[in-house]
């Protein structure tokens, strides 16, 4: 049994789906981080980072894990599924999940940030995470144009990019021209895991919608909250 920390966020998304995909059976522990309950002291025991996702594996002695491409790795490495064994094979995973890990995370979450929650709108910041988004985007489609998945067969790699690249519309950034993102969007959406993982712990259709409507924009004020901290 494996505890899941997490909140309705690309990166507790990844840890989510990678459970249902596994067939792991897990408890969920929603984390509020508008109430900031990521920094309580017990909760930094788990995850000094005070951030979700965190697992925690009560199969092994209750061993806790936070960063969300480690927990896909601890995972994948526990059960032995959605990542190769042999060095090549589990290598082109690995660097297709850092790219998500060191490039398409941090360069979206910078796009929402001054896209949607800074008070001031400072369009040269905007301009620039969205195009250095575009451009990684650019970079997996360029993959997927003759790939299937992103490194080999279906892998931990197309989880982790996965759980941000669907929520583009809220980045600000568009995907239209990118015919081998789209189709691998559509293929990732269909599978029942990933449904079912995005729904954990509560669904927020807003986050891939992009819209205006008053939950995106509730959305938008506790991300600003917690910015402000
Ligand atoms: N590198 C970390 C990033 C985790 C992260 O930024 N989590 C966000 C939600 S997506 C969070 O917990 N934010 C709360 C805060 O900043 O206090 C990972 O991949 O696990």
């Given at each position: 049994m494996i505890d899941l920390y997490t909140a309705p966020t690309p990166n507790g998304w990844k840890a989510s789906i990678a459970l249902e995909e596994l067939g792991l059976p897990y408890t969920v522990h929603p984390i509020n981080l508008m109430a900031g309950e990521q920094k309580q002291p017990e909760y930094l025991k788990l995850n000094p980072n005070g951030r979700i996702p965190t697992i925690v594996d009560r199969d092994a002695d209750d061993f806790a894990v936070f960063e969300s491409g480690a927990i896909l790795i601890y995972l994948a490495e526990k059960t032995g599924r959605l990542m190769p064994g042999d060095p090549k094979g589990r290598s082109l995973v690995i660097q297709w999940l850092m790219f998500q890990m060191a490039g398409i995370g941090p360069m979206m979450g910078q796009a929402n940030v001054f896209?949607?929650?800074?008070?001031?709108?400072?369009?040269?910041?905007?301009?620039?995470?969205?195009?250095?988004?575009?451009?990684?985007?650019?970079?997996?489609?360029?993959?997927?144009?003759?790939?299937?998945?992103?490194?080999?067969?279906?892998?931990?790699?197309?989880?982790?990019?996965?759980?941000?690249?669907?929520?583009?519309?809220?980045?600000?950034?568009?995907?239209?021209?990118?015919?081998?993102?789209?189709?691998?969007?559509?293929e990732m959406a269909a599978r029942p895991a990933c449904e079912r993982g995005v729904g954990v712990p509560v669904r927020l259709p807003d986050l891939t919608e992009g819209g205006d409507t008053e939950a995106a924009k509730a959305f938008a004020k506790g991300a600003q909250t917690i910015l402000q901290r």
């Amino acid at each position: 049994m494996i505890d899941l920390y997490t909140a309705p966020t690309p990166n507790g998304w990844k840890a989510s789906i990678a459970l249902e995909e596994l067939g792991l059976p897990y408890t969920v522990h929603p984390i509020n981080l508008m109430a900031g309950e990521q920094k309580q002291p017990e909760y930094l025991k788990l995850n000094p980072n005070g951030r979700i996702p965190t697992i925690v594996d009560r199969d092994a002695d209750d061993f806790a894990v936070f960063e969300s491409g480690a927990i896909l790795i601890y995972l994948a490495e526990k059960t032995g599924r959605l990542m190769p064994g042999d060095p090549k094979g589990r290598s082109l995973v690995i660097q297709w999940l850092m790219f998500q890990m060191a490039g398409i995370g941090p360069m979206m979450g910078q796009a929402n940030v001054f896209y949607r929650y800074f008070p001031e709108k400072i369009q040269p910041a905007i301009d620039r995470y969205q195009n250095e988004c575009r451009r990684l985007f650019t970079v997996l489609d360029g993959r997927l144009a003759d790939h299937q998945w992103l490194a080999g067969d279906y892998s931990i790699a197309d989880i982790a990019n996965w759980s941000w690249v669907r929520t583009h519309k809220w980045s600000g950034v568009s995907v239209d021209g990118l015919d081998h993102l789209q189709r691998w969007l559509g293929e990732m959406a269909a599978r029942p895991a990933c449904e079912r993982g995005v729904g954990v712990p509560v669904r927020l259709p807003d986050l891939t919608e992009g819209g205006d409507t008053e939950a995106a924009k509730a959305f938008a004020k506790g991300a600003q909250t917690i910015l402000q901290r």
